[in-house]
């Protein structure tokens, strides 16, 4: 074993080592048992002074880890989701909710209430003129709210067709 | 207690970050790196050297479980203490429950890493080894000669950095690297009889 790995050795105990000199000794210390334990040595005494207990690692400690790890699956890495992204499905999801809406209470409002579409209509056009009668008639003929009530001055279609030919 | 220099916590970022993309040798490199650290903390509680050596096992397999979750919003060292402290909690209770007859609650077991470690000494061989050791060890770093010494006990006891030990000193950092490097040698190797 050479002085100069234990000499590394040493100053990765102390975090003065530099990255890439301490992954490569890291690649060492993980395929040569005999600068682990010089690792572990330092590292015992140096807790030793601390703590006045002197504890050494366990010869295979790493090892056993290694071989369990290998049995284990990766990892299942989540991606994390920032809060700018968050941020933007939820913007899209209100402006989508906002959307509906807002057509749903055009369609109701302008489509599928006939009877106010034909109130507006009477109450815009002269009372007595003879166009005022006639597209309230027709109106009223038309109105599936009066047909669904069975309404007794409601004409049948087929009299409404006719209408135009009088 | 957990305060990691800046080279430390890159080491880790990069190590983390290959194990997240399946490079299961990455994780041997943090053991390895860690395993002193962890093993020490996890004895505090536990108090037997064997068994802390089984928990901290359980707790980096529990850390590499959950390595996928890990976002590096604190340092690794942080998150994987964290781990080993809750491991030997529940080992702890576990245990108590296994083999005592009173229940030990939750606030003991947090003041149990507080308490002295020589507890975990349980044989008055074992007790009597330790002391060897450390008359050993305390007489190995008294015959260091004088500026070896120096550099040692400002590392050790202090945490000094090697710049700061090379400015105290008035040497370069070099000088200082070398000098730990022979220090934790002869003490090492005043060590040796007894441990083997």
Not at chain 1, 19 to 44: G, V
Not at chain 2, 85 to 102: F, G, M, P, V
Not at chain 2, 114 to 129: H, I, K, R, S
Not at chain 2, 149 to 167: C, D, Q, T, V
Request: proline share 4%; net charge negative.
């Amino acid at each position: 074993m050479s002085d100069d790995l234990n000499l590394k050795i040493s100053q990765f105990m102390d975090n003065e080592l530099e990255h890439t000199d301490a992954l490569q000794l890291l690649t060492s210390l993980n395929t040569q048992p005999e600068l682990q334990h010089k690792l572990n040595r330092y590292a015992a005494i140096s807790h030793a002074l601390k703590s006045q207990v002197y504890l050494e690692v366990k010869t295979g400690f790493s090892e056993n880890i290694a071989q369990h790890i290998q049995q284990e699956p990766v990892p299942d890495l989540e991606q994390p989701v920032s809060f700018k992204q968050t941020y933007h499905w939820l913007a899209l999801a209100v402006s989508l909710a906002i959307i509906a809406f807002v057509v749903e209470q055009s369609f109701n409002s302008q489509l599928f209430i006939p009877t106010a579409t034909m109130q507006m209509a009477q109450n815009w056009l002269p009372e007595h003129s003879d166009l005022n009668k006639q597209i309230s008639l027709y109106l009223q003929e038309h109105s599936s709210d009066a047909d669904a009530h069975h309404e007794a001055d409601v004409k049948p279609y087929a009299k409404v067709t006719a209408y135009n030919q009088k | 207690m957990i305060n990691q220099p800046r080279n430390s916590e890159q080491l880790d970022e990069e190590l983390v970050s290959r194990v997240q993309q399946g490079d299961k040798a990455a994780f041997d490199f943090l053991v390895i790196k860690y395993q002193h650290k962890i093993i020490q903390l996890v004895n505090r509680y536990v108090k037997d050297p064997s068994e802390a050596q089984d928990v901290a096992q359980e707790a980096f397999i529990k850390a590499y479980r959950a390595l996928g979750d890990f976002r590096g919003e604190a340092a690794f060292y942080t998150w994987l203490y964290r781990i080993a402290i809750n491991t030997a909690k529940n080992y702890l209770i576990s245990r108590t429950r296994r083999h005592s007859d009173y229940q030990l609650d939750i606030q003991e077991v947090e003041t149990m890493g507080n308490a002295p470690q020589l507890q975990g000494m349980d044989t008055p061989e074992q007790l009597l080894l330790n002391e060897e050791i450390m008359t050993t060890l305390n007489k190995a770093i008294e015959d260091l000669p004088e500026e070896m010494r120096i550099a040692f006990k400002l590392r050790e006891f202090e945490g000094s950095s090697y710049e700061e030990i090379a400015l105290a000193m008035g040497c370069p950092i070099g000088t200082i690297r070398s000098r730990l490097f022979r220090a934790r040698e002869a003490i090492d190797k005043q060590l040796t009889p007894l441990l083997e």
